[in-house]
Each structure stands twice: as C-alpha cells, then as structure tokens.
C-alpha cells in the first residue's frame, strides 16, 4: 500500500474515533461541559440541559449561574487547582443549582485539557446526578440511627452468633439483666452462661435452623455474673447469605424470670389453696350460673356421703328459700347466704349454712360462683341450749317467787290446823288429810326451791384457765357467726378457786353472751386472769360491742331489766346472785359506741 493510501485510512480512522467520541459525549447520561482558562464555556452536552436545565447561551451570559451563590468561591479554587497545578478531581461530591431552583446533589471529575504541546489550554468537567443515591444514603443513615437507638435502648436483648454459636454482637441491655458489660460478654464463650440442662435446647434449635431456616422460640436459663439464673424467653432469626446459607444466628430475647417467678408463686398457691379446700371440713363447690357443678371438694364426701349438695334432699319448708337465693346471686351477681336443713344418708337431718359469691375475671365478666357451705348442726345445738340456759333461769327466779309466796299462807294453816286438832272430837281423820295435803303442797314449793337454787352446792376445788377455755369452746361456734374473735390471756401460773362449776361457768356464759350481743362485726373479745396481792384472782372480760350509756349502767342486775332486744333481764341477776354465794364481785364499766369491761373477783383456793 503506498503513502497516499495509508494517509486517507488514517484519516478516516480519525473521522471515525471523531464520530464515536461525539456519539459518546452526546448519549452519555453524565453532563459534560468545558471551558477555557478564563472560565468561559467552550461545550455543553445534551445531558447537561437535561440535568440542569440551563442552555448554552445561559451559561455564556453567567458561567457560574448553576453554582449556589455560597459554593461559587469554592468552585473557582478547585478550578484553579485544575488550571494552573494541573490536578485531577475525582469523585468530588458537592451541589448545584438547576435552572427552575432546584437544588441537585453531582459528582463531579474534573482535569485539565491540553494542547498537543502539553500547555492547559481549559478544563473538562463530568457531572453525574447522585441526588437519588444520597437521597439513599441519607435514608439508610436515619433507618441504620433509628435501628442503632431502638437496639440500644430497647430492655430486651439483642444478640447475634455465627454458625458456631461464637458471640458477634450483643446489646448494652446485657449489663441492665447479667450484669456483664457488652466487652465482657463478647469475651466470654456463649455456652458458658446457658444453664446444663438447657444446653441440649440451643444445639438441638441450631442443628434444626440450620439443616431448615425458620425462625423458633425457646425458654432457657443464663447465669448473671453474680451467679443466679435468670429465665430468657429467646427468638432466633436465621440470617441468610447471598448464597442462601445460613451465615449467623439472630436472637431477642426478654427476661421473663419475673414472670416465672410469678407462676411459680401462683403454682404454689393454688397448690395451697387446693389443699386447704381439700381438707377443709367446709363443703366448697364452684357452680355456673346454670347450676351446674364444675368442682366440689372432697369434704362433700365425707360428711354427705355425695359428690356435691343434692336439692332433693334440702327440707321441702326451705327449698323455696334456697332457690330464691340462688336466683338472687347468678342475677345480680351479689353475695348470698342462706341456713336450711339437709337430709344425709341415713336419715338424719342437719343443719347447714351456704354463702355463695360470684367469681368475677379480669375484663369484669362473671362466669362461676363459689359456694362454700358449713355444718351449723352444732351451732345450732348450741344455740338452744343457751335458749333453754336463759328459760331456766327465768323459771328458776319465777319459782322462787311463787315458792316464797306460798310458803308464808302454808306455816299458817298448818300451825292453825295442828292447833284446832285437839278441839275437834272425831275429825282427826279431815285433819290428817289436811295435814298430809299441806306436806305435799310444802314437798312441791321445796322443789321449786330447789329449781330457783340448789339447797347444796357442790363445793370443790376448780382450776380457772381449763374452765373458761371450755366456755370460750362452747360460744366459739355463735362468735365465728358474729365474725368475732375470742382471746384469752392468761397468768403464768394455774390458778385455782372454790366454788360450784355449774355456776361458775354459767356466770362465764352470761358475760361472754352479754359481749356477743353487744358486737355487730369485727368484733373483738378479751379474757385476761391477773393474781391480785390480796390472794384474790381478777378475771377481766373486755369487748369493743356497742356499750351501755352511763345513765342505764346503775339498772344491770335489776329484775326483768335488759338492754338486749329479745333478754329477759335475768342473766346478770342470777350471775350476782352466784357470785354473792362464791364470796366473789362482779364489776361493769361502759361507753357508747368504745366498748364494755366487766371485771370478776374471786377468792384463790388455797
């Protein structure tokens, strides 16, 4: 090939790197623009009006009219650097100005241009919109400072593991649970701290996890750093690589060893609760509001010989009541309680007392009712023998009366008729009747005598504490009724005293009664023995009932006068009396509404 032929194909060559340059610069999504050394602008590419929006003219009129007013110094120094040092920028990230006022975040490369003899003869600047990227960038920097403070603030714990169960993070909640400071768990081997009964529960999850990614959720113990377990509640969250493998483990997990410790109490007390309803001598059961049972203590059993109460078998005069109030509780939802008499097995009948109270849950509902029933049998026994205590000491004062009454007329006609027996010729016949009538009649006054006041008492020798703690068991039955509680505070030593025990211990009951009627609820009984100097013993009995007004305290004792609402007004009257007769004193001191202190004095038996 001779010269000319090799001319003309590098000319064309030229022609085609000319065209495929100018093809670049112009398809190119980058903004192109150069300039000489006095800034003035030489090209603009098609993309720089894109981006921009400012034309060529625009920029011939201002060449500085896309920079910001503050940057434009700045921009005139790198420039410079360019210009005259001959320095490249590369990835030199700032902002620009387009022609509508918005502002547009480039990174600019910018170099000199040379002439073929090597002289900067102006610079070429390439521009790239990374307003989306920074846009980016700026998103993941909140998102990545929002995750940071939600990890390092959140009171549960965070922690991630590789494959091999090696410590790789670990949030600062760490210190607040086991008391290890995030370094110093991160220097510590994971399997340290994981309880040796739990340990088989993280390998086996971690074999499964990663044989199958999934997330799971586990219960193990962590030793603190002083030594104690606490209970963690974990989820692990496989992470996955690019290659779809599991690349670490990801753990939250919670202290729940309050919550534990919770359950454990609530075990134990209904493990307390059921034992005391399963050995209790009460009957208790717990019934929807349709009647039926859902469960009924063992003491059913025991005592009724039945699973649960049958209504067959409560008394046809006091099922209607017990229906009523049956009815009563499931449609108000209100306390009830009720006493009726209830047939067993064998016949017998016996007295019970039921108190149903509806069993409301958390969000307010009612679903059950708690029963718990008592057998009053004895209560009741109990309750008609001071009935028939207070009746006899009513017949006992009306006997003396009428014995003192009829005694007086009779030494009358007796000593009249013995005297007229002489005097009468043939009628000793009528006067023996007479006289054997007026013996009989005197035999029957004696024995109203007798019931008013024994001739005899069976003086003996009584130690004091074992008598009271059998009257105090024989009112404990009516006191639990009241709700009121019976204290006894005794001397330490045994004390002993003379007397009749029938009378002694009714004196006790009297006084005992007197302080549970004066009670309403909650109340509260005192029984203190003190050893005077005098060799006597002070048997203190106080209550906090309702009290007796001053004006009333001088009337106790009085015949038929009582303060109670169904008394007789005879207790206190026979309790003198049998103190009289023991040579012992009987003291009442009262206020309205504080309470009442009767005070006993005996002699000490020697």
Known sequence: MDKEAQRINLRQEQINMNELLQSLVETTTDAISIRDMQGNILFLNSAFEKIYGWTYQDLLKDPYCLVPEDLIQETKEIFHEIKFKGKNITGYETVRQRKNGEIVQVGLTASPLKDTEGRIVGTSVIARDITDRKMAEEALVKSEAKYRILVENTSDVICQYDVHMNNLFVSPSIEHHLGYTPEEFLETNSFDHIHPDDVHIVKDLRSLISMHPQNVQMEIRLR???????????????????SNEVESFLFVSRNITERKQSEEALRKSEEQYRFIAEHTADFISVIDKYGHVSYSSPSHVKKLGTRQIIFENIHPEDAALVCERFSTMTQFDIPISCEYRYKLENEKWIYLESRGMPFFSSDGGNQYFINITRDITE?????ELLRRTEKLSVIGELAASIAHEIRNPLTALKGFIQYLRPTLSGGTTYTDIMLSELDRINFIVSELLVLAKPQTLNVKRIFLHPLIESVVKFLESEAN???????????QIPIAINGEENQVKQVFINILKNSLDAITANGIISIETTCLHNNHVLIRFTDNGCGISQELLPRLGEPFYTTKEKGTGLGLLVSNKIMKDHQGTITISSEINKGTIVEIMFPISK
């Open 224 to 242: 603190h750093k002083n030594g104690s377990w606490v209970y963690w509640e974990s989820r692990c969250v496989p992470i996955m690589s690019e």
């Open 379 to 383: 209560r009741k026994q109990n309750e």
């Open 481 to 491: 009724l009241n709700n009121t509680t019976i204290n006894t505070i005794f001397s």
